[in-house]
């Protein structure tokens, strides 16, 4: 088998088998394929495309290339979930504890962030003393234990996955569907679950601008999680503006425990339904969405929820008194209003310029190795649709001092914000949902 056949078997439409894309794979992980036939296989891809059962083939390759977690010795379903990023997305802080209360065992491996604000591994690290690097057995144990452990991402989960990811960043191949697709999914099957729940970010703000590329890459995951025996499922939701109000990595800890206490913000609390009915149903505790829905919602108004919150941070070395008093959290020393310069309504907000934003000012990183500052961010205090009075505050800023570069990003903020002088008509959050058995449009 030589690579530079499959290249031209691909660049001239062909499919390739199993062994055809293992063979490619084990050879760029290894070395022998050398980046400038990787690179015009990738270039091939892009503009032929992949099969279902090659890009479920090309997937199980980069999920073998490392690390296989063996989740066995937890007991029951373990369902996963995976967000394709957002600014303000801090659902896996309210989907852990909330579906783990409801009986689904929940073995989590996550990432810190790059750009923007910080990952969940950062926002965990924001509450003092809470550990993220757990030994696999203690991992397991206490998942088995409390039903609940979020841990760093092993670093040899998918190594074919992250060479490839670094060569597709610099030949201008990142956007392929099922390059994309397996890259995630890859991810996801070697950290072990038995089945996959797909939040799919779509809008401005998300890396899929458009519903129609949003739904041909959930649909993609979906064929390759059916592929390989995973059972998964993707729900479509709107990142035309941020998740919730809290941008910033303590912030974004507060709002999560006040959503798991029942008063968040009404966008983060029905997602955070939605995805984990799903899981729910996965999970094999309910038969429906109805019922899984009605579930969860009883899960928070009992305290629940909370209560699982709360031990999963005390069981992982972290502060468990945040939960009653929020201030222990790392606080700013100073806050900075943003005011709207002219009265109307807010038809939209640049949500990926706020995520910048509260990048700028330390909540996240632009290079591998910034340091994040965890009380730093921005809390937005107007949303698309709501009324504006001119000198009006629309956000607040939270920074260590004021300054001229401070200044830079609270105009940046403004900028973000598009102010008319007339209601915009009502987007929905939830677009459509996305299993083996197709798309269901919820509009």
């Known amino acids: 088998m030589r690579s530079v056949d499959l290249i031209q078997k691909k660049r001239d439409g062909g499919e390739l088998t199993a062994s055809e894309l293992t063979f490619l794979i084990d050879g760029y992980s290894r070395g022998d394929i050398p980046d400038y036939q990787m690179s015009a296989w990738a270039m091939a891809v892009f503009f032929r495309g992949m099969t279902p059962k090659e890009t479920a083939a090309l997937t199980l390759a980069m999920a073998n290339s490392g690390d296989q977690v063996d989740l066995g010795p937890i007991s029951g379903i373990k369902v996963d979930k995976h967000s394709t990023g957002g600014v303000g997305d801090k659902t896996t802080l309210i989907l852990a504890p909330l579906v783990a209360s409801a009986g689904i065992p929940v073995a989590k491996m996550s990432g810190r962030g790059l750009g923007h604000t910080g990952g969940t591994i950062d926002k965990l690290e924001s509450i003092e003393g809470f550990r993220t690097e757990l030994s696999r057995e203690k991992f397991m144990n206490q998942v088995n234990e409390i039903g609940l452990s979020v841990i760093g991402q092993s670093g040899n989960l998918a190594p074919a996955d992250k060479k490839l990811y670094a060569l597709r960043d610099v030949t201008a191949t990142v956007e392929s569907i099922p390059l994309i697709a397996s890259s995630v999914m890859s991810k996801k099957i070697a950290a072990g679950a038995d089945a996959i729940v797909l939040d799919v970010k779509t809008g401005s703000g998300a890396f899929m601008k458009t519903l129609e590329d949003s739904e041909k890459l959930a649909q993609a995951m979906v064929n390759i999680g059916t592929e390989v025996g995973r059972n998964t499922a993707a729900v479509i939701s709107d990142m035309d503006q941020p998740l919730g109000f809290a941008i910033g990595n303590a912030l974004e800890v507060q709002e999560s425990i006040e959503t ?114 965890y009380a730093v961010g921005v809390m937005l205090c107007k949303k698309v649709g709501d009324a504006v009075a001119a000198g009006e505050t629309i956000a607040l800023l939270h920074v260590r001092e004021e300054n001229g570069a401070t200044a830079e990003v609270s105009e940046r903020v403004r900028q973000a914000y598009n102010i008319q002088d007339y209601k915009p008509e009502h987007r929905a959050l939830l677009l459509s949902v996305i299993t083996a058995a197709g798309i269901e449009r919820y509009t």
Do not use: W, Y
Request: aromatic share 2%.
């Open 260 to 373: 798991l206490k029942g008063h968040g913000p009404e966008d983060l609390t029905e997602l955070c339904l939605t995805l984990g009915a799903h899981m729910v149903v996965l999970g094999g505790k309910a038969d429906t969405i109805a019922e899984a829905r009605k579930l969860l919602e009883e899960r928070i108004s009992s305290g629940a929820a909370l209560a699982k919150f709360k031990s999963f941070v005390s069981a992982q070395g972290g502060d468990p008194s945040i939960v009653d008093a929020p201030d222990r959290l790392p606080q700013a020393p100073v806050v900075i209003e943003v005011k709207a310069s002219i009265a109307g309504f807010v038809n939209a907000i640049e949500a990926e310029q706020l995520g910048l934003a509260a990048m700028l000012l330390g909540a996240g990183r632009a290079t591998k190795d910034a340091v994040i500052d």
